[in-house]
C-alpha cells in the first residue's frame, strides 16, 4: 500500500448542509464521512514515527500526537482504519479520550492535532482528524462496538464528582475504567454542564452525550442532579462520607462589560441564551424571546459565535457581532466565523460598547459603541486595543449578549475544607490534581479559568488516575 496517498487524495472535510436549510433547524451543520470518504482522508495520513522521535534530545516535534492534549494515539487508529480493523481503531481512539465522538465535533483541531500534522504545511494541508475521529466512533456505535467502563473489575472505593461537565464525566470515565465507584452531583437537571447547555445542538448532539451517560450509570455511576453543592456543611458531609472528591464546577460566572445599563430588561449573559436554546431543543419551552428581535452580540470566541448564530435559528431578525479588534485576531475557531457568515450574521469590527441604551421602562432600544484601533506591538508584540476619540455611534437593537468570557466563583466550602485558592479563586492544586486538602481533587475551568473542553477532559482523566492510585494505597 502507497504511504504517500496525500499527493494524490485532496484534503477534505465533512460537507455541510446548505446555510439556508440549517438555519431552520438545530440539526447538526455537517454530514459525517461516509465510508469511501474516511478511509480516502485516512490513506493521506503518513504515519510518522511519532513514540520513536520522543526520546529525540528536541521533544517539541509537531507531530498529531503532540499537538493534542489529551496525546491521542492518532497515527495507531488511523493506521488501524486503514487496514480496515475498525474495532481495533473504536478501541485505540477510546482508550486516552473519554468520549472521542464529541472531542471530534468540538476541538479546535486546526490549532491542535491537524495544526501539528507533519503535511499540514504543505500545499496538500493536513489530515481531517477530527472528522476521523468521529466517523470512527460512530461506524463502531452502528457496528455495536460499546466503550470500555471497568464492567469485570471488582469496585474499590468512592468517589464524589462534583459537577457534571467535560472534567467530571472524563474524571468520573476513568474512575469507572479504574474499578471505582462514582457518584456524580450536578446542579443541571441533564448530565453534561458545558456540553449539554454550553454548546448548540447544530455543534454536538445532545443524544451523543447522554448515549455516553446511560453507559456511564450501567457501569456503576449515579447521578444526583438538580443537586448544587452550596453550603459548608453538605460540602463537609461529602469529603467524609467519600474516600475523595473531584471538584470540576468549571468557570461559571459571566462577565459584563463594565458600562451603564448592563441590568437593564434585554440584556442577558451568554450561558443564558445557549441553556435556554437547549432546553427548546428538549421540549422545555415552545418559544423564544429572541424571535423576531435585533440582536447584538458582543465578544469575538466561540461562545459569541454559537450564540450569534443561536440567536438566528430562534428567528431573531438580524443579529449582529460586535468585536474590538479585527477578524484576524478573533480568539475564536475561524471555521465557526465562516459559518456565521454563511447564515447572515453581521460582523462590526473595530468596536467597543459603551453605553446601553435604554427607554422610560428600563428596556433596551440600542447600545453606543465607540470605534477602536490598535496599538503597535509592545515588547511582546502584542497590539492593544484603543479607543478612538469621538468616534461615538449606535446601534439600534433589542437584545444584547454579553460573550466576554467567563470568571470563577470562590464557593464559601473552599475556605472551609482547608482549600487554598490563588488571586482569581481558583483551588491551587499539585502535579496530581490534588488540592490542599489530601481528599479533594480538582481540574478543569475550577483551576484554570475557562479554557478548553480538552484541556479539561485531560485534568479529569489524570486526576482520576492519581485517586486511584491513592485510593488502592
Excluded at 490549532?111 to 466512533?137: D, F, M, R, W
Aim: charged share 30%; aromatic share 8%; with cysteine.
Amino acid at each position: 500500500m502507497p504511504r504517500r496517498h496525500f499527493h494524490k487524495i485532496p484534503r477534505k472535510i465533512q460537507r455541510k448542509r446548505p446555510a439556508e436549510e440549517r438555519v431552520k433547524d438545530f440539526h447538526p451543520v455537517y454530514h459525517e464521512f461516509e465510508d469511501k470518504e474516511a478511509l480516502d482522508q485516512a490513506l493521506r495520513c503518513i504515519t510518522c514515527p511519532i513514540d520513536l522521535l520522543r526520546d529525540f534530545p528536541n521533544k517539541d516535534f509537531p507531530f498529531c500526537r503532540t499537538g493534542c492534549p489529551l496525546t491521542n494515539k492518532i497515527p495507531q487508529w488511523i493506521k488501524a482504519l486503514k487496514h480496515g480493523n475498525l474495532k481495533t481503531a473504536f478501541e485505540l481512539s477510546n482508550e486516552t479520550s473519554p468520549f472521542p465522538e464529541i472531542m471530534g465535533r468540538i476541538c479546535p483541531h486546526d490549532n491542535l492535532c491537524q495544526g501539528s500534522c507533519t503535511i499540514h504545511k504543505t500545499p496538500h494541508g493536513s489530515v481531517t482528524i477530527g472528522a476521523l475521529e468521529v466517523y470512527i466512533s460512530e461506524k463502531g456505535f452502528e457496528e455495536g462496538f460499546k466503550p470500555y467502563y471497568g464492567e469485570d473489575k471488582e469496585k474499590k472505593g468512592k468517589v464524589a464528582v462534583i459537577g457534571a461537565g467535560p472534567a467530571g464525566l472524563s474524571c468520573a470515565t476513568f474512575l469507572l475504567r479504574e474499578g471505582v465507584n462514582v457518584d456524580i452531583y450536578d446542579k443541571h437537571d441533564r448530565p453534561g454542564g458545558l456540553l449539554m447547555y454550553g454548546i448548540p445542538n447544530f455543534k454536538l448532539p445532545k443524544d451523543r452525550i447522554l448515549k455516553r451517560v446511560k453507559w456511564m450509570e450501567e457501569a456503576g455511576a449515579k447521578f444526583i442532579l438538580n443537586h448544587p453543592v452550596l453550603t459548608e456543611k453538605e460540602f463537609e458531609e461529602i469529603v467524609d462520607n467519600y474516600d475523595a472528591v473531584f471538584i470540576g464546577v468549571g468557570a461559571p460566572s459571566g462577565r459584563g462589560a463594565g458600562i451603564p445599563n448592563e441590568e437593564a430588561k434585554g440584556v442577558y449573559h451568554v450561558m443564558d441564551v445557549l441553556i435556554h436554546a437547549q432546553k427548546r431543543v428538549f421540549k422545555d419551552f415552545d418559544d423564544c424571546f429572541l424571535r423576531g428581535k435585533k440582536v447584538v452580540v458582543l465578544g469575538g470566541g466561540d461562545s459569541a459565535m454559537d450564540a450569534v448564530r443561536t440567536s438566528v435559528r430562534s428567528g431573531a431578525k438580524e443579529v449582529y457581532c460586535v468585536y474590538r479588534r479585527d477578524e484576524a485576531n478573533m480568539p475564536g475557531s475561524k471555521k465557526e466565523v465562516e459559518n456565521a457568515k454563511e447564515e447572515g450574521v453581521k460582523f462590526i469590527f473595530y468596536a467597543a460598547p459603551k453605553e446601553i441604551k435604554v427607554n422610560e421602562n428600563n428596556e433596551v432600544v440600542g447600545i453606543v459603541c465607540n470605534k477602536t484601533e490598535l496599538t503597535e506591538p509592545d515588547e511582546r508584540g502584542r497590539r492593544r486595543v484603543r479607543v478612538v476619540e469621538g468616534s461615538e455611534f449606535e446601534i439600534d437593537c433589542d437584545i444584547i449578549i454579553f460573550a466576554l468570557g467567563f470568571d470563577n466563583v470562590k464557593f464559601p466550602w473552599y475556605e472551609h475544607a482547608g482549600i487554598e485558592t490563588d488571586k482569581w479563586g481558583c483551588p491551587v492544586v499539585n502535579e496530581k490534581f490534588q488540592t490542599t486538602n489530601e481528599k479533594v481533587f480538582a481540574g478543569g475551568d475550577a483551576i484554570r479559568g475557562a479554557d478548553l473542553v480538552v484541556t479539561a477532559v485531560r485534568d479529569g482523566r489524570e486526576a482520576a488516575k492519581a485517586i486511584a492510585k491513592m485510593i488502592r494505597g
